[in-house]
């Protein structure tokens, strides 16, 4: 982390021409489980995790906002008076977005000066791992900061959900930016995403000799927007039919009736949510009353049902669980949205090198992309740093 936000600083003096008057970060995330339940108002169980994106900023004396980064070759300038009418487009749709959310939220953007904003992140884009919701996090507090709103963190998350909406024109969901604001070390967080209660649960990962690993495989999940969207379709729909408000109105109980009034596809979509919710309170229990190692069969049903009935996983994501649970882990799934990103294995700390050998190995096997393996551990949220 120390690396990075050196190298934030170093590069924001090779652009702007001087040292930034402040440094903010904010990590990516996990979601141990809980895959689209967020957006039927269901539970999920993410956590902070040490990756993160950096925003060194400063002000100007003027109205002029640059911004720049490490992983765009562009310097992009706009004026603040032209922030509400001006097309976003490209990676610096976000900051300006983030920006806008603030006025939406309150900000009076007619009083604030122009800044310059260099980041840079070892966070990688595309796989699930919030990103974007990082990036979003560490510039809606920076500018929280530089500009003295004296916003709260429900209001800096709302600024990036609002951000990501802004910027991909898409809906997007509260959990990314209140796990990167909220993440506390050893910690994920229960979070009812109709309420927006938090509950700490202590993951003890490492006091029993765990170790959660990342299985990066290589494979964006950039292109599954015309999915989601019929999969965010499916659940209305089946909510609709079945007379209620979000499918978080359902429980396990009530699938026989869903199965009679559904069809085949809407169904399954349905059951996938309703027993998701199920398993995600189900591994915050068992987690606080038996730990980690008790929790791999709950994992290993989340995959199942994300494959099988909500079919989002990818041979790639399948060959990634398959692998790890046969060389060792407790339990495995994909996490994220699917069709592409990550899959996630908890493993005994001592066979962890053992499995990213294999995986390196199976995907070579079957002629797949080199993955990225790595583990990661709970983490704390978005802070300023310099």
Request: charged residues 20%; proline residues 3%; contains cysteine.
């Amino acid at each position: 982390m120390n690396d990075i936000r050196h190298e934030v600083i170093a590069l924001f003096d090779e652009v702007f021409d001087g040292a930034p008057e402040g440094v903010w970060s904010a990590p990516g995330l996990v979601n141990l489980i809980g895959e689209h339940t967020e957006y039927n108002k269901g539970f999920v169980l993410p956590f902070a995790i040490e990756r993160r994106t950096f925003s060194a900023v400063r002000i100007r004396t003027d109205r002029t906002l640059r911004v720049a980064s490490a992983f765009a070759g562009e310097l992009v300038e706009l004026n603040l008076n032209d922030l509400s009418t001006t097309t976003l487009e490209g990676w610096s749709a976000v900051p300006f977005g983030v920006m806008r959310a603030l006025g939406h939220l309150g900000a009076d953007l007619a009083a604030v000066p122009g800044v310059e904003i260099f980041v840079d992140s070892d966070l990688p884009a595309g796989t699930g791992l919030g990103s974007s919701a990082s990036l979003e996090c560490s510039l809606a507090l920076a500018l929280n900061d530089t500009w003295g709103l004296g916003f709260d963190n429900d209001t800096l998350a709302l600024a990036g959900q609002l951000a990501e909406n802004i910027a991909d024109g898409a809906p997007a969901g509260i959990m990314d930016p209140i796990a990167s604001l909220y993440g506390q070390p050893g910690q994920a967080m229960l979070l009812d995403c109709r309420s927006r209660q938090i509950t700490p649960v202590d993951l003890n990962f490492e006091r029993d000799g765990l170790s959660l690993f990342v299985i990066d495989t290589a494979t964006s999940h950039d292109n599954a927007t015309a999915h989601s969207a019929e999969r965010r379709a499916a659940c209305e729909r089946g909510a609709s039919v079945l007379g209620i408000e979000s499918l978080r109105d359902l429980t396990v109980d009530d699938l026989n009736r869903a199965r009679h009034a559904l069809d085949d596809t809407t169904f399954r979509r349905v059951r996938h949510v309703v027993t998701e919710n199920r398993r995600v309170l189900e591994t915050a229990r068992v987690l606080t009353e038996l730990g980690g190692a008790a929790i791999g069969e709950i994992l290993d049903a989340s995959h199942r049902s994300l494959r099988d009935d909500f079919e989002v996983s990818t041979p790639e994501l399948d060959l990634a669980v398959e692998t790890a649970l046969a060389h060792g882990a407790l339990g495995a799934r994909m996490t994220g949205g699917g069709l592409g990103g990550c899959a996630i294995a908890l493993i005994p700390r001592e066979n962890a090198s053992l499995l990213r050998v294999a995986i390196d190995g199976a995907f070579a096997e079957h002629g797949y992309g080199q993955p990225d393996s790595f583990g990661v551990s709970a983490s704390l949220g978005a802070q300023r740093d310099a």
